[in-house]
């Protein structure tokens, strides 16, 4: 089973960037597949990125409509670590933000409840 640590979080102001981080202890995530959600009090968690492992050391990325043209997921094998760099934020990005992992890809990777491995979670607040 793979442990993953969610940590970027913060409070910042439209418009400003932050990057996210989700480290991953137990397992090697290199081939793993490995999602990004959020979840805003009082709404379902959402889909927002996703990361596939399609051979070698090639990913392929998704992301949700809402957030593409700025959020980007990338890797950090060395580190164990998949990231979701986020710009041009906005107040409705507030959310709180959970990697989830799986061994193998889904097709179902936009629905929660095809990912097997979560995080505790990090805080994200835009202001206006």
């Known amino acids: 089973q793979v442990q993953l640590v969610e940590s970027g979080g913060g409070l910042v102001q439209a418009g400003d960037s932050l990057r996210l981080s989700c480290a991953a202890s137990?397992?090697?995530?290199?081939?793993?597949?490995v999602g990004w959600f959020r979840q805003a009090p009082g709404k379902e968690r959402e889909f927002v990125a996703a990361?596939?492992?399609?051979?070698?050391?090639?990913?392929?990325?998704y992301g949700a409509d809402s957030v593409k043209g700025r959020f980007t997921i990338d890797r950090d094998n060395a580190k164990n670590t998949v990231n979701l760099q986020m710009n041009s934020l906005k107040p409705e990005d507030s959310a709180i933000y959970y990697c989830?992992?799986?061994?193998?890809?889904?097709?179902?990777?936009?629905?929660?409840?095809?990912?097997?491995?979560w995080g505790q979670g990090t805080e994200v607040t835009v202001s206006p």
């Open positions: 989830a992992a799986n061994m193998n890809w889904n097709v179902a990777y936009r629905e929660p409840r095809s990912w097997h491995s």
């Open positions: 990361s596939r492992w399609t051979g070698g050391s090639a990913y392929r990325g």
């Open positions: 137990g397992r090697t995530l290199g081939t793993y597949a």
